[in-house]
């Protein structure tokens, strides 16, 4: 009576509770404010990628904002194409200490004249106090905004860079195109490029080279996962959910879009 008692109700939660914890211990919290952040999906699509890891190292070609790798524990290599973000990401990992009061005549002179000031404080400004976090936007503290009355946005930039400060440690960033992107052999790849049909960053990214590359490298023997809203058919998707998105830039219409997980095998 007893065993059966525990193999039908005990033993499961059982199982379940220790996946969770061995699972829960790899995952911390946190995140920094990015254009095309995966913080919102994090604790859902997470576990099911990080059942794939053992000891694998943790490869973010795509790094961002870094609101997936800080959850993870463990090997990590974050890579992106723009210079100034992993410039800052390095600077807030030997110790930099953000600029606390960015001024609006601040956020200007930096717009303005870049090349005087150096890749990590530019990055600090057109990431951290731009809205929507997109480079080239209007300045978060404009008080005749609507949008920002009432809040500290020059203090949740400040705030934000000091969370990130400290959930990136232990990470090796590296400034690089993904396809030029040394990876270690038998890694767990997470990608989450710009989407196909989306705008806000500045170079221009080939779609298919990219797809061609996530089968490349799982053919040299790397676990492959994709963020994306749609992949060609050999992709497979393992995980989906309806979000809503801002129609365009400035608007405060929403449309619903698919946001997908895909791996290759
Ligand atoms: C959607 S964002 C990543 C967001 C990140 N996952 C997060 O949650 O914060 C995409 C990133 O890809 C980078 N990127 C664009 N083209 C790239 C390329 N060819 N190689 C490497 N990174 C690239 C962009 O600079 C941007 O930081």
Known sequence: MFLNNFLYTLLPVVIVKTACLTLGRQITRNNMKYLGSKNRIAKEILPLMLKHRNNKTWVEPFVGGC????????????????????????ELQKGWK???????????DVRKNPDKYEKHIVAYIEILFTFGATWGRGFVGNVNDKVCKGRDRIGE???????????????????????????????????DPPYENTTGYKDDFNHLDFWQWCRNKAKEGHKVFISEYNAPGDFKCIWEKELKTPISKNSKVNKINSEKLFMYE
């Open 98 to 108: 953000p600029i606390k009061d960015v001024t609006k005549d601040l956020f200007n």
């Open 67 to 90: 609101n997936i790798i800080n959850k993870v524990k463990g090997d990590r290599i974050g890579a992106d194409s723009n210079e100034y973000l992993i410039s800052l990401l390095k």
């Open 157 to 191: 930039g400040y705030r934000n860079a000091l969370k990130t400060q400290k959930e990136i440690k232990g990470i090796k960033f590296i400034h690089s195109n993904y396809q030029d992107l040394e990876i270690p052999e038998n890694s767990l790849i997470y990608c």
